[in-house]
Antibody, heavy 120, light 106 residues
Framework: EVQLVESGGGLVQPGGSLRLSCAASEFTFSSYEMNWVRQAPGKGLEWLSSISSLDSIINYADSVKGRFTISRDNAKNSLYLQMNSLRAEDTAVYYC?????????????WGQGTMVTVSS | SYVLTQPPSVSVAPGQTARITCGGDNIGSKSVHWYQQKPGQAPVVVVYDDSDRPSGIPERFSGSNSGNTATLTITRVEVGDEADYYCQVWDSSSGVFGTGTKVTVL
């Protein structure tokens, strides 16, 4: 089954760091652009970052630019999000999502999400 | 930054048609994607590139996009369609989601 599985979430103090991982299976990970999207409790979806298949093109939302870093290891079929200088407003469920290659950036496969809580 | 505006809620009776709008400046020039999200679950794409449907999505789900408004139409609404729906576009290499619409099946 084609799937994405996130891990690495948890409780972290304000100003702290966390690294999220997203493991891909049953598809050719290296051929797909990948993204991170988050959802604060009771709120809507927020796009965070994208990375091209060969990590040559990377984009960030203004809300995380300079604090978060997206990366990928195609040999390990894995996507990462390094999150530094975390704030209370970063508390959310974080999803990784795969883009449909033939589309203009639609996300067809999502992970189940990993919860990040930023609190003292 | 680009803003996508959706009505907070839409109510519809079973068997009727639900229309969810997504407003944005000249959104007709962009490709719009629609996601369905049920409580505690990850989003699922139901329409992409304005009007294409992924395999497994019923024909009851359709999309259109013109001018400043994109629309997701759900015909013959079922109880199982009750969920939050989000539109999404790309603007200046950034993903943008709409504010979300809660569809309630009465």
């Amino acid at each position: 089954e084609v799937q994405l599985v996130e891990s690495g979430g948890g409780l972290v103090q304000p100003g702290g760091s966390l690294r999220l991982s997203c493991a891909a299976s049953e598809f050719t990970f290296s051929s797909y652009e990948m993204n991170w999207v988050r959802q604060a409790p009771g709120k809507g979806l927020e796009w965070l970052s994208s990375i091209s298949s060969l990590d040559s093109i990377i984009n960030y939302a203004d809300s995380v630019k300079g604090r978060f870093t997206i990366s990928r290891d195609n040999a390990k079929n894995s996507l990462y999000l390094q999150m530094n200088s975390l704030r209370a407003e970063d508390t959310a469920v974080y999803y990784c999502a795969r883009e449909i290659p033939a589309s203009i950036g639609a996300f067809d496969i999502w992970g189940q999400g990993t919860m990040v809580t930023v609190s003292s | 930054s680009y803003v996508l505006t959706q009505p907070p809620s839409v109510s519809v009776a079973p068997g009727q048609t639900a229309r969810i709008t997504c407003g944005g400046d000249n959104i007709g020039s962009k490709s719009v994607h629609w996601y369905q999200q049920k409580p505690g679950q990850a989003p699922v794409v139901v329409v992409y590139d304005d009007s294409d449907r992924p395999s497994g999505i019923p024909e009851r789900f359709s999309g259109s996009n013109s001018g400043n408004t994109a629309t997701l139409t759900i015909t013959r609404v079922e109880v199982g369609d009750e969920a939050d729906y989000y539109c999404q576009v790309w603007d200046s290499s950034s993903g943008v989601f709409g504010t979300g619409t809660k569809v309630t099946v009465l």
